[in-house]
C-alpha cells in the first residue's frame, strides 16, 4: 500500500513534555519538533527495557512521513496531575535527574498546579500552524477541504484527548481560574478567559478557534486516565497499572450532568456560515467507564423522538479510537467474575472494588502443545453492545496497537492482567445482588505488592492477538449489529502511538505500518478460522478467508480505505470531488465542441 490511515496518535506528544517555555509562543524550532525523542545514557541504563520499548513507540512527524501514514487525527492531551505525581516511574526519574527525554520544569508546573490544563492544552496547539507554516505537514478541515491537500506530508485533523483540557481552573484547584495573564502570548486563543468557568462554553470557544486557524477537530475523548476533582465529567475506566497515584482509581457513578451538557454541546455546536458545513464534534468513547458508556447511549436515546428541529443525536457517529475487545456481551462479562478474588480495596483513601474477571477464549494456534489466546476482559475495552451502537450509528472502531489492550496468552499470563477497579458505586449498578459487605478486603500487604505492576511483562505478542481482536469485531457486527455496510468498513487503526503504550512486536512505531500489513495478510484468516472453530458463527462470516484478493481488500481498507471514507462522510475532501466534476465537466464541452 502507499498510504495509511491513523485515527488516534500524538505527533508532538514526546516532544512537547521535552520542553517547558514560560512565554508562549515557544522557542523550538520545526527541525526539532518533527524528530524523534532523544534519551540520555543515564536514563536508558536506568529504565527498565520494556519502558524503553514504550517510549520508542513514536510517531513523530518524521515516522510518518517515513511510513507513509498520510492521514490521520492527531490527538492533543494536557499532561494530567496524577501522571506528573506518579510515585513510580516519573517521579523516580525526576529524583534522579534522568528526566531526558522529559522536562523537569514541565513536571513541576503541573504538580504545583501553576497554570490550568487549557493552557497546557494550547501550548502544545501552538506548535502545529508552527510546522504548517515550515512545510512540515498539511491540515485537513471541513473549513478548507477545497484547498489542495495533497502530497507526501501528513495531513492531520485534531482531537481533544481528554474532558479536562477544558478546564480552565489551576490544576489541582477547586477554586482559583487563570487569568487574562496566563494566557498572553498565545495568539491561537483569546485569552478573555475571565468568563470561561464552563467546560461547554470553552469548548465552543476552543472548537471555533480550531476552525477560525482553518484547523479542524473531530472528536472528543470526555475521559482519559485519571479523575480530575475540580471537573469531573464521567468515571473513566481503569487504564493503566504502570503509575501509582490515587487519581488513577475510577470515581463517580457514570456520566456527570456537567459531562451531559458538554457532550450536549458537543452535538449542537453552532454554524458559522462557511459553505453549511457545520463543526460537529463527533464523542469518543475510549477511557468512558462501561457506566458512563451507558449512560451516553441512554442520553443519545432520549433524544430519538426529538420535536421537528430539535436534533436527533442517535444520527452522529460515535467512535472509539483506539481499543480492544472484552470478547463479552455485558450479561457474559457478569457471568465471568470471579468472585473468590474480587475485594473491597482501599488505597491512599480511595475505596473501590477490585474486580477479577475470566478472559474469554479467542482461539488457538501451532501444533502439538496449541497456545491459547483469551481477551482482555477489563471494562476499558469494548462488550459486544458497544460495538454495536458505534456501528449502529455508522462510527468507526480503531483497533488499538498497545499488547495490554489486546489480550494475553493465557499460559504465561498474569492473574492480575485479569483484574482492574471498579468505582464501589459502579459495582453496585453492574452487579445489584451481590453485596458490597460480602466480599473481602485487600489488605496492606496485597496493596504493596502491587508494586509489581512496575514492572511489565517482557513477553512481546504475537500479531495474532490483534487479528483476534479484528476478527470479534467482525464477527459482532456480521452476526449482532444493523451495519449498512460490509462489517470490515466500520474498523480502521487506532495506534495511539507517542502515547505511552506497549507496542506490537511486529510494529513497533509509524515507520512499521508496512510490517503491521504484512502480518495482518499473513495472520488476520488464520485467526478468522480458528475463532470460528472456537465461537462459531455462519459459515460465510469470514469470506476473505477464501480469497487472497477480498483478504487484500479488507486489510487495504482497515489500513486505509475505511479512515478516508468516514472523512469524507463527514465533509472533507471535496477538493477532489469537485476537480473529478470539473474534468468530466471540461471533456464533456470539448466533445461537444468536437
Known sequence: ???????????????????????????????????????????????????????????????????????????????????????????????????????????????????????????????????????????????NAAKKQFGRKPRLVFGIEGGHNLCTKKIGNALEYDTFEDFEGNEFFDPKTKSLKDPSEVLKKLVKAFWDAQMDVLYLTLTHLTHIPEQHLATHAFGTKLLKHPSFYP?????????????????????????????ELLI????????????LYKLRESTRDNKEGEKDFTKIPLIATHVGVTGYSINDWKDNLNLTKSVNHVDQGIKTIKISTKPKVAGFWGNGTKTEFTYNPCTINLMDEDIIEVVNSEGIIGVGLDVRLLGDESKTASSINN???????????????????S????????????????????????????????????????????????????????????????????????????????????????????????????ADLFNFTKKKEKL???????????????????????????????????????????
Open 284 to 295: 469518543d468513547i475510549k477511557h468512558l467507564s462501561l457506566k458512563s458508556r451507558l449512560d
Open 251 to 279: 470515581f463517580g457513578n457514570g456520566l456527570s450532568d456537567l459531562g451531559k451538557e458538554v457532550i450536549k454541546t458537543a452535538y449542537t455546536l453552532e454554524d458559522w456560515g462557511i459553505e453549511k458545513k457545520k463543526p
Open 439 to 538: 466480599l473481602g478486603f485487600a489488605d496492606a500487604e496485597e496493596i504493596r505488592s502491587e508494586e509489581a505492576w512496575l514492572k511489565p511483562t517482557k513477553k512481546e505478542m504475537h500479531p495474532l492477538s490483534f487479528c483476534f481482536n479484528i476478527v470479534h469485531i467482525l464477527a459482532v457486527i456480521g452476526l449482532k449489529a444493523n451495519p449498512q455496510k460490509a462489517p470490515e468498513k466500520y474498523i480502521c487503526v487506532g495506534s495511539d502511538f507517542d502515547g505511552f503504550i506497549e507496542p506490537l512486536k511486529v510494529c513497533g512505531n509509524s515507520q512499521q505500518m508496512k510490517d503491521l500489513e504484512s502480518n495482518l495478510l499473513k495472520w488476520l484468516p488464520i485467526a478468522a478460522k480458528t475463532y470460528q472453530k472456537e465461537n462459531g458463527g455462519a
Open 1 to 143: 500500500m502507499d498510504n495509511y490511515f491513523d485515527l488516534h496518535f500524538h505527533p508532538l506528544t514526546k516532544n512537547h513534555l521535552g520542553a517547558y517555555d514560560e512565554k508562549v509562543p515557544g522557542k523550538r524550532g520545526a527541525a526539532e519538533l518533527t524528530k524523534k525523542v532523544e534519551m540520555s545514557k543515564g536514563f536508558m541504563d536506568y529504565t527498565d527495557e520494556v519502558i524503553l520499548r514504550m517510549l520508542e513507540s513514536q510517531c513523530c512527524l518524521e515516522y510518518l512521513e517515513k511510513g507513509n501514514v498520510r492521514l490521520g487525527i492527531a490527538a492533543i492531551s494536557a499532561l494530567e496531575l496524577g501522571i506528573a505525581s506518579s510515585q513510580s516511574f516519573f517521579s523516580d526519574l525526576m529524583k534522579n535527574n534522568l528526566a531526558k527525554p522529559f522536562n523537569r520544569r514541565y513536571f513541576d508546573v503541573v504538580r504545583e498546579g501553576e497554570v490550568s490544563y487549557l493552557n497546557l492544552f494550547l501550548r502544545e496547539v501552538e506548535q502545529y500552524p508552527k510546522l504548517r507554516k515550515a512545510g512540515e505537514l498539511n491540515f485537513l478541515s471541513r473549513y
Open 419 to 437: 483484574s482492574e477497579f471498579l468505582s464501589t458505586a459502579d459495582f453496585v449498578t453492574h452487579f445489584p445482588y451481590t453485596g458490597v459487605r
Open 552 to 594: 487484500k481488500k479488507v486489510v487495504d481498507a482497515i489500513l486505509y480505505k475505511n479512515g478516508e471514507d468516514f472523512l469524507k462522510g463527514r465533509g472533507y475532501f471535496d477538493e477532489a470531488d469537485s476537480s473529478k466534476k470539473k474534468q468530466l465537466t471540461d471533456t464533456a464541452h470539448a466533445n461537444n465542441l468536437s
